[in-house]
């Protein structure tokens, strides 16, 4: 069960004061929240399960909602990136983290495999930009063939003023860790706590509020599979707590079995 321990008086009033002006969320996928809403196309589940010793978020694929068999409406490949999105309003400075199953079939065999957490700032599409920490399974020279010569899977990054950057921190089974933190210059990557990249785009670009979250998988149209979330937050920065006079504001984490 969670727990929250509150040290303050000032941390009653500050609570309070956070759910009205910085809507951020930490959830832990006991059940499916109805604020995550479709993003691009449904996955073919996106579910709270119970699994590896606690209750998780299982996003499922299945190939024959692939580009091959969806609706005329729905063709082309960007409808195979499919996922939930949840609106947050936490300004500037965040952090949005996410813990990740990977699996033994994410670390070998002939299998290609994606998922990803997304985030999304306020301004209008043509200008809006898209951090992104996620993992992928697949050759590099031929993304979307299982039989491939060269799969591998890597820890990658989408940076706005690179493109995709790929970690070489190895993908090794187990949990992990995932943060994004906007510090209003600069967006931040951890993984496991480590920090893995800076992305500038913030400061040249105009970062504005963060919007959305999404928690995403592709699909290859090669096979039916499942990831496994945990844990996805969007909480405003210490900076911007401060501002919200949220002094004595103590927060235990629930733990999880990781």
Not at 69 to 96: C, E, H, I, L, M
Not at 106 to 129: C, F, K, Y
Not at 178 to 197: P, Q, R
Request: glycine share 8%.
């Amino acid at each position: 069960m969670k727990t929250v321990t509150c040290l303050t008086t000032a941390c009653l009033i500050g609570a309070s004061a956070l759910s009205v002006q910085a809507a951020g969320f930490t959830d832990t996928f006991d059940s499916i929240h109805p604020d995550w809403a479709t993003d691009r196309y449904d996955p073919a589940g996106f579910n709270s399960v119970f699994f590896d010793g606690d209750n998780r978020l299982q996003i499922t694929i299945d190939d024959a909602d692939s580009s091959a068999n969806r609706p005329p409406s729905f063709s082309g490949t960007f409808y195979n990136t499919q996922g939930k999105k949840r609106d947050v309003a936490v300004g500037t400075t965040w952090t949005v983290s996410g813990d990740v199953y990977i699996s033994s079939d994410m670390v070998s065999g002939n299998n290609i495999r994606r998922t990803d957490l997304w985030t999304r700032d306020s301004n209008e599409e043509s200008s809006a930009h898209y951090p992104i920490f996620g993992v992928v399974r697949n050759d590099d020279s031929d993304p979307f063939n299982p039989n491939a010569a060269s799969l591998t899977s890597r820890w990658r990054i989408w940076d706005g003023q690179v493109g995709w950057v790929e970690l070489a921190a190895p993908v090794t089974e187990g949990w992990h860790n995932l943060e994004i933190i906007a510090d209003g210059t600069t967006f931040v990557y951890k993984l496991n706590g480590s920090m893995v990249h800076t992305d500038l785009t913030a400061s040249s670009a105009g970062f504005e509020d963060l919007s959305t979250v999404y928690v995403q998988a592709y699909n290859f149209g090669d096979s039916d599979y499942s990831v496994y979330w945990d844990n996805i937050s969007a909480v405003p920065e210490p900076t911007s707590l401060a501002l919200l006079g949220l002094t004595g504001l103590a927060v235990v984490r629930r733990r999880r079995a990781m």
